[in-house]
């Protein structure tokens, strides 16, 4: 069964600080990594995706790196705020636009 | 740019009863996905359609769910009967396959309480 595997399944991390979500993967056939934001009540939105030719991208304070070798990726959020504080899940797919296979999801909470 | 657009918001029935979710994708966009949603959980495919075609229906439950899209732009997800494990957020999201970029993009979801 295709899987990804998210952790942790909660975090908490003071105001300015890092925020680090990781992700690992089964199917090697994976070629579409996409992180998505959501809040309560609203649907998950887009944040950051990368494709296994590339080891990091970074749009402003969010980076994910990725390691092909070890099935692995991950999300760093940096000067981590308040309006942060959503869940991120990780997700992964085969071609961009078949479905995407979620992780369980990291609630983020910023504390001030 | 007017979003997916999802309808009703919330939804309460009881058990046993039918109910239908309507899915409105962004203008132009050739591929519709329903994503079911429990809660604390990641979403979990339903289906998939490319235009008219149902494409990837493997996770739908057939016995009990059905779907549609007519005219390759509005789709509707029907439950009947519905039972209490159905309680979840039903997502509803929509891409352009072939250009420039595979985002999906979600609507708000259906949350569906059934009694």
């Known amino acids: 069964q295709q899987q990804v595997k998210q952790s942790p399944q909660s975090l908490i991390v003071q105001k300015g600080g890092i925020s680090i979500i990781n992700c690992a993967y089964e199917?090697?056939?994976?070629?579409?990594f996409p992180w998505y934001q959501q809040f309560p009540g609203k649907g998950p939105a887009l944040l950051i995706a990368?494709?296994?030719?590339?080891s990091e991208k970074k749009e402003g304070r969010f980076t994910i790196s990725f390691n092909k070798s070890a099935k692995q990726f991950s999300l760093h959020i940096m000067d981590s705020q308040p309006g942060d504080s959503a869940t991120y899940f990780c997700?992964?797919?085969?071609?961009?636009?078949?479905?995407?296979?979620f992780g369980k999801g990291t609630h983020l909470i910023i504390q001030p | 740019e007017a979003g997916v657009v999802q309808s009703p918001r919330y939804k309460i029935i009881e058990k046993k009863q039918p109910v239908a979710f309507w899915c409105n994708p962004i203008?132009?966009?050739?591929?519709l996905y329903w994503y079911l949603q429990n809660l604390g959980q990641g979403p979990e495919l339903l289906i998939r359609y490319e235009n008219e075609e149902a494409v990837d229906d493997s996770q739908l439950p057939k016995d009990r769910f059905s779907a549609e899209r007519l005219k390759g732009v509005d789709s509707t997800l029907k439950i009947q009967p519905a039972e209490l494990g159905d309680s979840a957020v039903y997502l509803c999201?929509?891409?352009?396959?072939?250009?420039?970029?595979?985002?999906?993009?979600f609507g708000p979801g259906t949350r569906l309480t059934v009694l």
């Open positions: 990368i494709r296994p030719d590339v």
């Open positions: 999201a929509s891409s352009l396959r072939g250009g420039s970029s595979d985002t999906q993009y």
């Open positions: 203008s132009g966009h050739n591929t």
């Open positions: 199917n090697t056939a994976f070629d579409y």
């Open positions: 997700a992964a797919t085969l071609g961009g636009a078949d479905g995407l296979t």
